[in-house]
């Protein structure tokens, strides 16, 4: 199991904003360990969206932001596009039961 | 660019050996990079294996760390797999990737694009 819980799925429609929350403890976000997030489309591997909790690789849109408060991270798409669609996750690292990186559980997103 | 390469199929007791083939990159790069694998059952979610560095050696997911080995072989630019005694459970998606980072909250970029292996008699 994570130690980074995600909601499922989210929605929403083309244009829209969404937010993906990550939902971590004081072992791992709470710790201040970085947050990042993968965009993985169907049938394909993932990819890099925001490093260090708020930055975006180059060729990555600026629709999508990150963000980190506490013991949780989120993720949010703007202006939300067709292309959109697919499984975001997080990862974190955390220092508890002999120390380990982590995805999160995944969130499905669909455009309405 | 990273291309993962092994076998397609496992039975079950048996070891599993993956390679990883970087191009485009060296992989005794002086720096802080951790070659990476992680996998994906199938319908399922990314679980950290382990990482390598050239520097540091390796580190493992804890729920893993007695059936995993992981090396480089700089001299063909390649990193390895081992994974011993698998099992239906071993059955995924298996990723290669490039970490950057400190080995606390490395982040993975760029990704291979995968290779499934099935565990099955």
């Known amino acids: 199991q994570s130690v980074l819980t995600q909601p499922p799925s989210v929605s929403g429609a083309p244009g829209q904003r969404v937010t993906i929350s990550c939902t971590g403890t004081?072992?791992?976000?709470?710790?201040?360990?970085?947050v990042h997030w993968y965009q993985q489309l169907p049938g394909t591997a993932p990819k890099l969206l925001i490093y260090r909790n708020t930055n975006r690789p180059s060729g990555v849109s600026d629709r999508f932001s990150g963000s980190r408060s506490g013991t949780s991270a989120s993720l949010a798409i703007t202006g939300l596009q067709a292309e959109d669609e697919a499984d975001y996750y997080c990862q974190s690292f955390d220092n508890s039961l002999g120390a380990s990186e982590f995805f999160g559980t995944g969130t499905k997103v669909t455009v309405l | 660019q990273l291309r993962e390469s092994g076998p397609g199929l496992a039975h079950p007791s048996e070891t599993l050996s993956l390679t990883c083939t970087v191009s485009g990159d060296s992989i005794s790069t002086i720096g802080e990079y951790y070659w990476t694998w992680i996998r994906q059952p199938p319908g399922k979610g990314l679980e950290w294996i382990g990482y390598v560095s050239y520097t540091r050696g390796a580190t493992y997911n804890p729920s893993l760390r007695s059936r995993v080995t992981l090396s480089i072989d700089a001299s063909k630019n390649q990193f390895s797999l081992i994974l011993s005694s698998v099992t239906a459970a071993d059955s995924a998606v298996y990723y290669c990737a490039k970490g950057w980072g400190d080995g606390k909250g490395t982040y993975f970029d760029p990704w291979g694009q995968g290779t499934l292996v099935t565990v099955s008699s």
């Open positions: 004081s072992s791992n976000i709470g710790a201040g360990y970085d």
